[in-house]
């Protein structure tokens, strides 16, 4: 007997959107099914309680639940066989047992801390207990200096390590539970690690560069319970769909880079009925995040357990609702009988496409490759799946950043398998995940919630960007939604001038320059906040103010210094693709982005400000970011642009300034290749990318010309110096 599923979508209109509402229809095959639930229901987990299936029929699921801190033992769930008895207790590790039970969630130690000290020293560290770390004499501490075991058996934090001076590259650490060979930190150094026993994850095998950086991402040991936090999968999956609907500005203001979409998702026997309807609906629900995306991203969705069904083809060209309508069609009824898990010939499939698009597409630059795998085990089957992927990395290695590879792991699967889905190259950027790792199907329900909880939207989320030479803002590229969400347009009373830039760093607050509000500070009321729209005169929320805050010592002791300001709104903002915060230096967000000192505060601020505007321009490090703004755009003319516009400008050499006004500690200069800021771009944001996030390190202050595009070169507040001005004032960001 065999239980059908299908699942049938409605659209509703809600707040002027497409909802895709899922419902699910069981189709009962015999019908007589119903009567008789198949599997008992005396099954006890100690420790811990079930989730049971509405009717244990063929194939239902009963789900283990187990307090914080603890996951079920030997697995996850069960299925109900056609036999009437539920699964076996025993998982891909060869672990088996008579009764369920929850295990508590240990994380590794250190096994050694070079050129310092650590407290307390344990073998094994439980929920909660943390270990706190300290450089001797001479030596700079990098990383974390306090870690604490997470409820999931994982370390909050980046792994501590001590570093000097004398070195090209920083100490990389030595995460906990591994060992390091080599100890030289110079050009082409190599370390390697090793986890024994456990599981690495990350880069096994780094390399120190020309730059001074470590090729690869941090590695961390962690043993085979320990799973991953499913707001990370959130925020990955938030990048990723900002990715899809961002411009790459270096393909040209007219050209879209489109995206090919790849689902592979495993079905297989051991999937059961309830979880075939979580990992649809995760899959439907992304691809409706994407709905409106139509004219940029097309969707593959491919099936596999002993055969690879293919749902829908690139090629089909189908919209997200069609797309939706043909996964609905699928009946887990017709596929789970078939052991086996074919991954290598889904991937097979998935690369046959990409041959199709890459000896075809004559439509300007190559689709972007983005593959989603979701599996609960190993593979089996004549195709390899490390063969096919490795075909595919290599079929597009011509095109830089065209391939995006995202392995998600369901219960018992083996963390080394998943890991080697993704290929090496994908992995080669620090501070983005590409591989997660959880016990059940309720976790990607669990990031689907985060997805759309309001409050969930990280910062400095806009999508991939190449740097390059870009134009300028008077006369250079306009900007595209997506783009720049954290620019914000501040409408000015009209005896003042008529507006400046700022942007969003918290749901209350917008950063922006003194200057363009002393003159206005008895006409609050009278000044408006306009988010969430590339168009000037256009918004998606429309914000008054509760209090505008100018810097004490602004214009003191010298002209424009200290010039930035603070704007708290009455309304709190609301977050979405077009509406987001910009990062702040000197945070903890920007210190896990950089890497920061964790000695304290006051340290890691100084490192950072180096690091970002190279302590003003006094270091000769080239640094580069961006600078936006609806100012002057015109050569010799005073004419704002209805539309942002975007320019690169590099930090300059502060003896070459040549500032009108003496340059202070809070301020440095840039300017680009013919590119520069104007009036009307006064209070907007100059950020700078890192790992996939950008900073905010200046706000447009002044010019050294007072005509746009004459004797080029833009003044600029400097960010991190004024961090501990903005710390003191705005209160719902996480600094440390």
Known sequence: MALHLNMAFHMARQRGHDIALMVLVIGLWPAAICEDNLCPNDEVIDGGWIKWPENRVERSVMTYICPVGFRPHPVSWRYCGVNGMWSRLRNTYGESALRASCKELTCLAPQYFEFGLFNPYRNVYRVNESISFQCYDGFQLLGAALRTCLPNGQWSGKVPRCSSEGTLCPNPGIPFGSTRTGNRFDIFSIVQYSCGANILRGSSKRQCLQTGKWTGVEPRCENKYAFDNVKDLARELDILESTVRTHDLTLGPNVKRRVDFFFVVDISASLGNENFIKIFDFVTTFINRLSNSNDVVRFAVIAF?????????????LTPERVIEKIKGVKYGDHYSNRGRSTGYALEKVYSSINDTLRTWNRGPVPKQVIMIITNGHFSGAFSPYSVMKKISTSLSHSPNGLDVYAIGIGEIKKNILESLVPVKDTFTDGQQYVFYFPTYDYLVEAQENLKSNNKFDCGVRGNLRQGPVGRIFGGIISREYDWPWQVSIQL?????????????????????AHCFNETMGMISNITVRVGSIRRMNSLQTLSLEEVILHENFNRPSKMNNDIALLKVKETITYSSHVRPVCLPCTKRSAQLLSSPGVNWNRVCQSEDVSLTGDGGRKATKLSGYVTGWGYYRRASKVSSLNLRH??????????????FPLTETMFCARGEETDSCQGDSGGPLVMERNHRWIQIGIVSFGKATTCGQDIMGIYSNVPKLMSWIKERVTDVKYE
């Open 305 to 317: 357990g002993f055969d690879a069904i293919t749902i829908t083809r690139i090629n089909d060209h």
């Open 493 to 513: 009373p009209e005896s003042a001038q008529e507006f400046c830039g700022g942007s969003i760093i918290s749901a209350r607050w917008i950063l922006s320059a």
């Open 647 to 660: 320019a690169q400008i590099n930090i300059q050499n502060r003896l070459t300034c040549n500032s009108p």
